[in-house]
Nanobody, 115 residues
Framework: QVQLVESGGGLVQPGGSLRLSCTSS????????VGWYRQAPGKQRESVAL???????NYADSVKGRFTISRDNAKNTVTLQMNSLKPEDTAVYYC?????????WGQGTQVTVSS
């Protein structure tokens, strides 16, 4: 089993920034991929950003140029830097990590973008 602990959500005004972190109980160096998803009320969960074991990144079109995903293998932490936030970024954000034995999800952290 893998425990994922997320932090960094909150309320921010449009145009502001937030930094989400996800710390794993397992060495993420062995993860095939780590990423962030989000789910807004009444909508399906969607992929926001991911980073593979080789370091390749992939972003949803809606966040390209605003969000940056990174991983610190020494700290077993994945970070999502979110800049120029928009009201439509409001959602619960989930960390997901894929290992040889399956997918693991965090509990989610609320991000609200509102004036």
């Amino acid at each position: 089993q893998v425990q994922l602990v997320e932090s960094g959500g909150g309320l921010v005004q449009p145009g502001g920034s937030l930094r989400l972190s996800c710390t794993s109980s397992r060495n993420i160096f062995t993860a095939r991929a780590v990423g962030w998803y989000r789910q807004a009320p009444g909508k399906q969960r969607e992929s926001v950003a991911l980073i593979t074991s080789s370091g390749s990144t992939n972003y949803a079109d809606s966040v390209k140029g605003r969000f940056t995903i990174s991983r610190d293998n020494a700290k077993n932490t994945v970070t999502l830097q979110m800049n120029s936030l928009k009201p439509e970024d409001t959602a619960v954000y989930y960390c997901k990590q894929t290992f040889w034995d399956g997918d693991y999800w965090g509990q989610g952290t609320q991000v609200t973008v509102s004036s």
